[in-house]
C-alpha cells in the first residue's frame, strides 16, 4: 500500500502533463471551432456536433433527432444516398453518428492528410439535406428495427425506459432518445424538413478536431468550407423545468425476461444547474465510492460481503443540459430478492449520511479520477467527444481543463452533505423488472441516456 | 514531464516521413516467455497483457473451467485476499482485467508509470497469475454469478441464437461448447479442477507477453522477466484439433417471445494463420465488412429497410474460427431477410466483387490503416494477435502490400473453394418457432 504521502504526490505531479492544448476559434457565421493536437499517431478525428437532441423534442415526433441523424447519409443537393459514406471509405475514414438527449453528432476518422474530406461532406449536409420520402419511409422502417433490437427486446432496456417516464413528468428527459414506436412510425418529410432547417446551422454546431494537426490550418480549412454557410435564426428552446416530485414513485414492469433488476434514481442537479457549484461534482465522488472498481462499497459489501447483489452499480449523468438523475442499477444474487437488494442500497446511503468516508477512500477515488484522465488520453476519439459534449450541453470545453480539480477540492464532509441532501424520497424512483414467462404482446419502449449510434 | 513531451515532438519530428508501424522488439524469457514490446513514451503509462493458451477450447469435459480458473486468480493469493488485491491497484489508479474467450486466457493491466504505482500494481499483478489460492468462498460466489449471466443469455435472443449457432458449426470440437459453460457443467466443476487446469496451463512456455508504454527496452526486459520468473515453466499446450467442414446444411428454428427474429448463417471459416486469410478477408470486406457501405448492408437495410444491422465476418482463430452472416428483423419478415441474405451471398461467390468494388474495399482498408494503430490499447491487441498466433514480426509492415497484392481471381477462387452456400448452418431465434430443426 501506498503512504496518502505518496498518493498526494501522486496527484500533484500528474495533472501538470494532461494540460489540453486546445485552439478555439468562432467563424463570423457563428460556427465554433474547436481544435486539440495530438501528433502520437497520423490521424484526425473530426466531429460536428449540433445542439439539438431528445430533450429538444415534444410529444408525437419523439426520436425525430435520431431518424435525421440517419437520413444525414441519404443525399443532399450534390451527393446521392450513400455517396456520402462512399467517398468516406473510399478515403479509409471509419465514420459513424450519434443521437442523445441534448445533441447530434457525426464523426470521421481519418488518416490526418483527408481532413479536407470530412469537412467539405459535412458542409454540405449542415445545409443542403434532401429529404426523400421514400428513403424515409425506409428508414422508418430501419429505425423501428432498430428499436425493436435495442428495447423491445431488451428487459432492462424496456424498464430504463418506462423507468424515465415515470420519474420526469414535464421534463423532456421524460420520453427515450430513438422515440416510442407509435411516433417512429408517423414521421412525415415535413416533419423532418422542419427540424432539419431549425436545428441544421453552422450557428447551431460546433466542430471539433483532435490529432496530428496545426490548428490555424485547420481553421483555414474550416473557412473554407464552413465559412460560406448562412446562419440560421435557431429556435428558442423552452426551460421545461421539472415539476416538484412529492412522494416517491414505484414502477413495476413484467417483461419476458430470466433475471428481475432494480433501478433507482434520485434528482439531482448537473454541472449546469447547480445552485453551489462543488455539488455535482460531489455526488460524482459519491459514484466513485459506491462503484466502478472492486474496492467500491458496492463490490466489497454487496457483491462480495453480504451476496445480495450479483452485480450493482452507481451512475452520476453529470453532463446534462437538464436536471438529471443519480442512478443505482442491479441485478440481485440467486436466490435473493430485488426487495432484500434495495434494502441492501438504502442501508449503504443511510452509513453514508451517518459517517464521512474515510481519508483513504476518498484519496482512492480522486486518484483513480487523476489516473483516468491520463488513459483518457490514449483515445483521440474520446478527447473530441469529451470537448463536444461539454460544449452541446451548455457547458465550456475549459471544464475539461478544470475537472480533475474539482473534484480534488471535494470533501467528505460534502459527500456526506450530497447524500442527506439530495437522497430522500421526495427524490426517489423505483423501478422493478419483474420477469414472466409468457410472451407480452405490448411491449413497453427506450432508455435516455445512452447516444443511439446510426 | 514536459522534458518528455520535447523528446516525443523531436522523435515524431525526425521519424514523421517513415511513421509506418511501431517498431516491435520481441524476445523471449528465460522460462521460455514469448514477449512482444512496444516503447511508447508519450504518454506516462503502460499497458501489460499476459496471454495464455487457455481459454474455453481447453475446457473438456466440464466448460466454464477455463473462465472460472481465469475469473479466480483476482480473488486470492497465498498472501491477500480479494479486498487487498482489489486495493492494490485501485488505490493507485491501476486497471486490472481478466477475460477468457475460446482461444485466448488474459490478464490485462493499465497502470501509470509513476515509481510507486507501477510497482505496487505490477508486484500484485504479478503475485495474483503466479500464486492464486482459488478460495472456497470465492469460488461458489463465482459460481452464482455465472449461474446469473447464464440466465441473462437465455433472456437474450442474441446469446441464444450464437450458443446454437457455434453448436451447429462445430459439433464434438471443443469450439462448439461456450466459455461461460451451461448450468450442468457449473454443478460439477470443483476447486480441484481449477487447480489443475492452473497448473497445467497458465505455465511461462504457454504464455505470450505484451507491453506497450513509457518503458524503455532495459525496463522492460526486467518486467518480463519478474512477470514469467514467477510462473512455473510448463510446457506450451498440445495443438486444438483441426476442425472439420459441414457435411449437411442445417436449420434451426427456435421459439422466444421476442418481436425480432435473430439470423445467423454460416460455416466454419478460416484460421488466423490460414493461407487464404487475405483474399478472404478483403472479400468480406466487400460483402459485409464494410459496415454502411457493404453489399449486405445495401440489399439488407438501404434497398429493403430489412434490419438495423446486417453483416458478414471471418473471426479467425487458432483453429477455424466461424464465418459469419447476421441480420435481425421482424418476425413476420424473416423468411424474406433469410431470402435475401442467402441469395447475396450466393451471388457473391459466384461473381466475386467487381473491379470497383474491390478497389473501394483496398482503398478503405489501406488508407485507413493508420486508424487500426493510433493508440496504446490498439498497439497492444495487435501484438497480442501476433504474438499468440504467431504471425510474423513483420506482419504489420506488409500488412497495406498484402491486401493490396490481392486479385479478383484470389477471392472468387478463394471464396468457391472455402465457402459453400449449400452447406451453410442456419440459427434463427424469434417468433413461434415453427419448422423446429428442419434439414434443409
Known sequence: MLSLKKLLLLCLYLPALAIAEVSEYQLDNGLKLLVKPDDRAPVVVSQVWYKVGSSYEHNGITGISHILEHMMFKGTENLAPGEFSEIIAANGGSQNAFTGRDYTAYFQTLEKDRLEVSFRLEAERMRNLIIDEIELFKERDVVSEERRLRTEDNPQALLREAFNATAFINSPYHHPVIGWMSDINHYQKADLDDWYQKWYAPNNAVVVVVGDVEPDAVYQLAQKYFGPLKPEQTATVKPQVEVEQRGERYLKLKAPAQLPYLMMGWKVPVITTAEYDWEPYALDVLAGILSGTSSSRFSRELVRDQQVAASVSAYNNNFSRLDDMFLIGGTPAQNKSVDALQKAIQVQLDTLKMMPVSDAELQRVKTQVVASEVYELDSVFYQAMQLGMLETVGLDWQLSEQYVGKIKAITAEQVQQVVQKYFIDERLTIGELVPVAAPQNAPQTPNSGDPHAR | ?440
Open chain 2, 1 to 440: 514531464m514536459p522534458v518528455k513531451l520535447i523528446g516525443f515532438f523531436a522523435l515524431l519530428g525526425a521519424s514523421l516521413s517513415v511513421w509506418a508501424t511501431p517498431a516491435i522488439d520481441h524476445w523471449q524469457t528465460e522460462q521460455g516467455t514469448e514477449v512482444y514490446f512496444v516503447d511508447a513514451p508519450q504518454l506516462p503509462m503502460v499497458d501489460i497483457r499476459l496471454i495464455f493458451d487457455a481459454g474455453g477450447a481447453r475446457d473438456g469435459d466440464l466448460p466454464g473451467t477455463a473462465l472460472l480458473t481465469n475469473a479466480m486468480l483476482k480473488e486470492g493469493t497465498a498472501k491477500s485476499n480479494t479486498n487487498a488485491i482489489a486495493a492494490a491497484f485501485d488505490d493507485v489508479g491501476a486497471k486490472f482485467g481478466s477475460e477468457s474467450e475460446r482461444d485466448m486466457a488474459v490478464l490485462s493491466l493499465r497502470t501509470l508509470v509513476e515509481d510507486n504505482a507501477m510497482q505496487q500494481a505490477v508486484d500484485m499483478f504479478v503475485e495474483l497469475s503466479s500464486q492464486p489460492a482459488f478460495p472456497k468462498e470465492s469460488f461458489e460466489r463465482l459460481k452464482n454469478q455465472l449461474k446469473t449471466s447464464l440466465q441473462a443469455q437465455k433472456q437474450s435472443p442474441e446469446a441464444i441464437a450464437e450458443r446454437n449457432f457455434y453448436q451447429a458449426l462445430y459439433g464434438d470440437h471443443p469450439y462448439a461448447q461456450m466459455p461461460t459453460g451451461n448450468e450442468d457443467s457449473l454443478g460439477k466443476i470443483t476447486i480441484a479442477d481449477l487447480e489443475a487446469f492452473f497448473k497445467q496451463y497458465y505455465v511461462a512456455q504457454n504464455a505470450v507477453l505484451v507491453m506497450v508504454g513509457d518503458l524503455r527496452q532495459a525496463d522492460a526486459q526486467l518486467l518480463a522477466n519478474k512477470i514469467s520468473a514467477a510462473l512455473e515453466s510448463g510446457k506450451a499446450a498440445a495443438p486444438l484439433p483441426v476442425v472439420n467442414d459441414l457435411t449437411a446444411a442445417s436449420e434451426q428454428h427456435i421459439a422466444f417471445p421476442s418481436s425480432q427474429s435473430h439470423l445467423l448463417v454460416g460455416q466454419p471459416g478460416i484460421s488466423r494463420t490460414d493461407p487464404d486469410y487475405f483474399p478472404l478477408y478483403v472479400g468480406n470486406h466487400v460483402l459485409g465488412g464494410s459496415g454502411l457501405v457493404s453489399i449486405i448492408n445495401n440489399e439488407i437495410r438501404e434497398k429493403r429497410g430489412l434490419s438495423y444491422s446486417a453483416y458478414s465476418y471471418f473471426r479467425p482463430m487458432r483453429k477455424a474460427g466461424p464465418y459469419q452472416l447476421g441480420l435481425q428483423t421482424r418476425n413476420e419478415q424473416s423468411e424474406e431477410a433469410l431470402k435475401v441474405l442467402r441469395q447475396t451471398l450466393r451471388d457473391y461467390v459466384q461473381n466475386g466483387p467487381t473491379d470497383e468494388q474491390l478497389k473501394a474495399a483496398k482503398q478503405n482498408i489501406t488508407g485507413g490503416f493508420a486508424l487500426r494503430l493510433d493508440s496504446n490499447s490498439k498497439i497492444a491487441d495487435y501484438l497480442g494477435v501476433i504474438g499468440f498466433y504467431q504471425l510474423p514480426l513483420d506482419y504489420l509492415d506488409n500488412f497495406k502490400q498484402r491486401v493490396n497484392a490481392v486479385t479478383q481471381a484470389e477471392i472468387q477462387d478463394a471464396y468457391s473453394r472455402r465457402i459453400d452456400p449449400d452447406l451453410m448452418a442456419t440459427v434463427i431465434v424469434g417468433g413461434t418457432g415453427e419448422n423446429e430443426n428442419k434439414n434443409k
